[in-house]
């Protein structure tokens, strides 16, 4: 049973950093692009980051571009994905969700929702102002 959890949220003022994990359990980590995704209440989930399978990759939203940073470790026998988040904003306050795609070995990550099968149940992040 694939599994992923999320944490590292919290409260921040702007301009502060976070960064947040994703633990991944029953599936090849090594195998799938992965991405983190975010979403506002009322809203659709949003594009963040995303890695290709063998970490040779990455691609970012415009809104996070420089200031967010996507990676994998799989030290210490866990598999996590990261997500380093500097400079952050109020526009930044959202839950934010990793993700894994359905297919195995795709040549470039997607930003498209739709194309991951397993998602993590959410951390909250709040950036004050």
């Known amino acids: 049973q694939v599994q992923l959890v999320e944490s590292g949220g919290g409260l921040v003022q702007a301009g502060g950093s976070l960064r947040l994990s994703c633990a991944i359990s029953?599936?090849?980590?090594?195998?799938?692009?992965m991405a983190w995704f975010r979403q506002t209440p009322g809203n659709e989930r949003e594009f963040v980051a995303a890695?290709?399978?063998?970490?040779?990759?990455?691609?970012?939203a415009n809104s996070v571009k420089g200031r967010f940073t996507i990676s994998k470790d799989n030290s210490m026998n866990i598999n996590k994905l990261l997500l380093q988040m500097n400079n952050l904003q109020p526009e930044d306050t959202a839950v934010y969700y990793c993700?894994?795609?359905?297919?195995?070995?795709?040549?470039?990550?997607?930003?498209?929702?739709?194309?991951?099968?397993?998602w993590g149940q959410g951390t909250q992040v709040t950036v004050s102002s």
């Open positions: 993700a894994t795609e359905s297919s195995r070995y795709r040549n470039n990550p997607t930003r498209q929702p739709k194309d991951y099968n397993y």
């Open positions: 029953g599936r090849t980590f090594s195998s799938y692009n």
């Open positions: 890695i290709k399978w063998n970490g040779a990759a990455t691609i970012y």
